[in-house]
């Protein structure tokens, strides 16, 4: 399985990134996010659970948002109201397989 992701980039505090995962399979309704700060593990951002609904850490609640357009095997991370504790490589995930990921940085 291939994931392809995009979307990344440098924004200030208080702004808004949407990142895209174009996946190779039509799964994207098992597609999760991830991202990591250098040096330190890869944490979990928004993965799907088994009641069809989306988990967020509780860091991004009320501001991240997982879309998922079936049609094009996209899975995209709305991000609002961004903080520079946001600042990381954000991967997507399909069960065994990652993105390379991409780069967000938040900063004044």
């Known amino acids: 399985v291939q994931l392809v992701e995009s979307g990344g980039g440098l924004v200030q505090p208080g702004g808004s990134l949407r990142l895209s995962c174009t996946t190779s399979?039509?799964?994207?309704?098992?597609v999760g996010w991830y991202r990591q700060v250098p040096g330190k593990e890869r944490e979990l951002v928004a993965v799907?659970?088994?009641?069809?609904?989306?988990y967020y850490t509780d860091s991004v609640v009320g501001r991240f948002t997982v879309d998922r357009d079936s049609a094009k095997n996209t899975v995209y991370l709305q991000m609002n109201n961004l903080k520079p504790e946001d600042t990381a490589v954000y991967y997507c995930?399909?069960?065994?397989?990652w993105g390379q990921g991409t780069q967000v940085t938040v900063s004044p």
């Open positions: 399979v039509s799964a994207n309704y098992a």
């Open positions: 799907p659970t088994s009641g069809g609904t989306t």
């Open positions: 995930n399909l069960m065994k397989d």
